[in-house]
């Protein structure tokens, strides 16, 4: 069964002033179709929905993005957060058994922008999936040796062309949706949760 949250509940249990959570799920979700000023019917949030209004909120408290650059990132990943179990999943099998995803532990998304012909600025995402980070011991020195795979997310583009390198954020995906679990108390099995 799916829970529901409402505007309080959601702001009490994430420490986000209610406030800016409502401004946030404005500005990061569809209207509310039951809901509104004047119906008199206040907003339930399902997992999903709340996951990424607190996302959205992420994108910009912490990463300092616009409100326009967060949507723009958000409708860019949901397809990729959704192949790799990052939202609920009523059929309880979210997480890939298979192939290279089954060995990833966690990831990590690198959010850089590319400069277009019309200068205009397009998100390009190196999504790192790690799949072990131990320490070693190298001419004395301890060093950390890790093994991860690399792929871009970019609406079609192989390789990105000119990067605009001094705005590279790192965003922690997997830290996030754990954080977002854990003090929402949700079914960890449900989504990409790893350690």
Not at 86 to 111: P, Q, T
Not at 122 to 135: C, Q
Not at 167 to 194: A, C, Q, S
């Amino acid at each position: 069964m799916i829970k529901f949250f409402t505007n309080r509940e959601l702001s009490d249990k994430l420490g986000i002033k209610l406030a800016k959570w409502k401004r946030w799920s404005r500005e990061f979700l569809p209207p509310d179709p039951l809901g509104g000023m004047q119906s008199g019917y206040a907003r339930q949030y399902n997992p999903d929905q709340a996951f990424t209004v607190f996302f959205g909120g992420h994108l910009v408290g912490d990463l300092k993005f616009s409100i326009p650059e967060a949507r723009q990132i958000i409708q860019d990943l949901n397809k990729w957060l959704s192949e790799k179990g990052f939202f609920f999943d009523l059929r309880d099998h979210s997480v890939s058994d298979k192939g290279i995803d089954a060995l990833i532990k966690k990831y990590i998304i690198f959010i850089q922008r590319e400069k277009g012909a019309d200068k205009c600025f397009k998100f390009i995402y190196t999504v790192r999936g790690i799949v072990s980070n131990e320490p070693v011991q190298h001419k004395g020195f301890e060093m950390m040796k890790k093994l991860y795979v690399e792929t871009f997310v970019n609406q079609g583009h192989e390789k990105p062309s000119e990067m605009d390198m001094n705005v590279v954020k790192t965003l922690y995906i997997t830290g996030i949706l754990t954080d977002f679990v854990d003090v929402m108390g949700l079914e960890r099995t449900r989504y990409r949760v790893l350690s």
